[in-house]
């Protein structure tokens, strides 16, 4: 699969079948989001693997939209370990960028994965018992597709171009 074929082929998964990660697959997909660049290389992010049934629990403490994964990344970032300019923290961003390059290896690798920052913030930093300075950003959820998992709504809806960019 070459990149174009791999960014049309991922896609939302809203319902996932009831099978584990293998090991190998999972470490794949963390050693991609290490490649990620952040900015001045400050590394910020922190990920949380869950997958223990007390784990998993917890995620349906602070979120409704694990849909059956068996596996979430919770992705944070150190708010104090980034780079920081004018009153500008990089960590989200940072964070987000890591997340990205998991989701697309996990596609790369004929996994199924949902991006989730529907949950409460407060909440999670106190069920997974985060210091104060790690910040949750979003929830991969990570696993395999069930045959009949509903269609993405808003895959298929994007804006032209035209309407998102500008040459100036
Ligand atoms: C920052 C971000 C937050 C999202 N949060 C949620 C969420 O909380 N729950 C959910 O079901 N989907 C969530 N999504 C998935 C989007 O709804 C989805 O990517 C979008 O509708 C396009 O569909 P597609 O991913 O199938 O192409 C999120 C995606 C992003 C990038």
Same mark, same amino acid.
Request: glycine residues 14%; hydrophobic residues 0%; proline residues 14%.
């Given at each position: 699969m070459n990149f174009d074929e791999l960014i049309r082929k991922r896609c939302s998964t809203r319902k996932f079948q009831n099978k584990e990660l293998a090991k190998d697959i999972l470490e794949k997909i963390l050693e991609a989001g290490n490649v990620a660049p952040t900015a001045r290389n400050m590394q910020p992010q922190k990920i949380y693997v869950i997958q223990s049934e007390e784990g998993i629990s917890k995620i349906d403490q602070v979120t &409704?939209? &694990?849909?059956?994964?068996?596996v979430g990344l919770l992705v944070c970032a150190d708010k104090t370990a980034c780079w920081q300019m004018n009153g500008y923290g990089s960590y989200e961003m940072d964070a987000t960028i890591v997340a990205t390059h998991m989701m697309l290896e996990a596609t790369n690798l004929g996994v199924d994965s949902l991006w989730v920052r529907w949950f409460d913030t407060d909440k999670t930093k106190e069920v997974f018992a985060l210091d104060e300075n790690i910040e949750p950003i979003c929830f991969l959820f990570l696993g395999y597709r069930a045959s009949d998992c509903p269609e993405s709504p808003g895959h298929h809806k994007r804006k032209d171009l035209s309407q998102i960019v500008s040459y100036i």
């Open positions: &409704r939209c &694990r849909y059956g994964s068996p």
